[in-house]
Structures are given as structure tokens and as C-alpha cells.
């Protein structure tokens, strides 16, 4: 298939701490940059994202004394994963891996920079209220179906996708072009959960 005009491809978190050597590695993260290098030349319109947090976010399990790395803690919106300190805003973790590759990306999305709620989702922040604003992005471009890849399967790239269903747009994740962390079942509850959804999948070779 050739994405047409109204397609955009949205690429999550491809990120040096996401990535082998990281400080929240995904297991095989670095083998997405040659499918997503290969497929973005075919959409006019790409999105990226980055994870983007203050030094002393509440997703850190340093934050929460007496917890460990995904270890849960409640949350005033609700149940949290605490994770490593990752992605810290302006540090090197936190950069777009060197491999990537697509010069004609038109929009960065970064979040998950308010200090007490986290952001798996590029629209909706984990309190399920507060916006990032590419919704009313998408809507003014005329972007009505996005083409989801990158990291993590289970985390940023289900959240994003289910929540492009939420909003009435067209969601499609390239599976091969995302790996998963799976914690205690997240990558299997994940697919089952963008599924119910409406969430299409395809493979990166389906696309150009
Ligand atoms: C992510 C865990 C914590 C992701 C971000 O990009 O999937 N996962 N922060
Ligand atoms: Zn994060």
C-alpha cells in the first residue's frame, strides 16, 4: 500500500535510553531504525516523538523511597509502573538515536514533561485530561490516519494508537517496526487491548 495525503506516519520514543546500552533498554529496540528509515521516504507527513521527563519525574522510581525499578505506585490519576530514570529532558538519553533517519520530519511531539504525570500516549497524558495539542494538529492538516512505529509496543506506541481510535482516526501500528518491554503480560494485554479497538497491523514490507 502507498499512504496517501491523508496518512502520517508517527514514530514513538526512538530514543538512546530505549535503545541497547540505555538506561530503559526494549529488548531488540535498535532493530526498528532500519524498517522505519526505510518506510518514512513514503509518507509525505512524519511525526516523531520523544519521551521528555523533568530529572525529578514521578515516573522515576527514584522519586518513591523504599521502591525499585518496576516496582507500581499509586498515582493521583491512578496506578503507575515506576521506571528507571530515563529520558531525562535535554540529555543525551533522551536524543533521537543517531541511526534515525528522516530529514523531512515536520513535527516533534515531546512528552511526559510535567514533573507528576506521565505521558505514554503522544495525545493524552497519563491523568487522561491533559493534551499535547497533536490532535488539534492532525485535525488542521487534514491527518486522519496515522501509521504508528517504534518504541515501546506495549507502552507509548499501544497508548498512542488507542488513543487515535479514541479521537475517530485511522490507526495502524507496523509491527515489525516496534518492539515491546512486556512486563507481567503488557505486550499480550496491549495487542488484545488495540484490537478491541480497531487498531489495524501490518508489516513494514506491506508499506511502499
Ligand atoms: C515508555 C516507559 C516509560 C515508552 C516511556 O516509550 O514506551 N515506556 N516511558
Ligand atoms: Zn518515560
Given at each position: 500500500m502507498a499512504p496517501g495525503a491523508d496518512a502520517a506516519l508517527l514514530v514513538v520514543d526512538v530514543q538512546n535510553d530505549f535503545?541497547?546500552?540505555?538506561?530503559?533498554a526494549v529488548p531488540e529496540?535498535?532493530?526498528v531504525i532500519p524498517l522505519i528509515n526505510r518506510i518514512?521516504?513514503?509518507?509525505?507527513n512524519v511525526i516523531l516523538t520523544q519521551d521528555w521527563h523533568t530529572p525529578?519525574?514521578?515516573?522515576?522510581?527514584?522519586?518513591?523511597?523504599?521502591k525499585a525499578p518496576f516496582d507500581m505506585a499509586a498515582m493521583p490519576y491512578g496506578e503507575q509502573v515506576l521506571w528507571p530514570?530515563?529520558?531525562?529532558?535535554?540529555?543525551p538519553g533522551a536524543a533521537?538515536?543517531?541511526?534515525?533517519?528522516?530529514?523531512?520530519?515536520?513535527l516533534v511531539i515531546r512528552k511526559g514533561?510535567?514533573?507528576g504525570v506521565d505521558s505514554y500516549s503522544a495525545f493524552l497524558e497519563a491523568d487522561r485530561r491533559?493534551?499535547?495539542?497533536l490532535d488539534g494538529y492532525l485535525a488542521s492538516r487534514n491527518i486522519r490516519h496515522l501509521f504508528i512505529a517504534g518504541l515501546a509496543t506495549d507502552f507509548c506506541v499501544a497508548w498512542t494508537a488507542i488513543d487515535a481510535r479514541q479521537l475517530g482516526l485511522e490507526a495502524t501500528v507496523i509491527e515489525d517496526a516496534c518492539r515491546g518491554i512486556?512486563?507481567?503480560g503488557s505486550l499480550a494485554r496491549a495487542w488484545r487491548d488495540m484490537e478491541a479497538l480497531g487498531v489495524q497491523r501490518i508489516r513494514s514490507d506491506m508499506v511502499g
Open positions: 535503545l541497547p546500552g540505555g538506561a530503559l529496540g535498535d532493530a518514512a521516504p513514503r509518507f509525505a525529578d519525574h514521578l515516573s522515576f522510581a527514584s522519586q518513591h523511597p523504599g530514570d530515563h529520558c531525562v529532558m535535554g540529555g533521537l538515536h543517531a541511526d534515525l533517519s528522516i530529514p523531512h520530519a515536520q514533561h510535567h514533573r491533559t493534551r499535547t495539542g512486556d512486563l507481567n
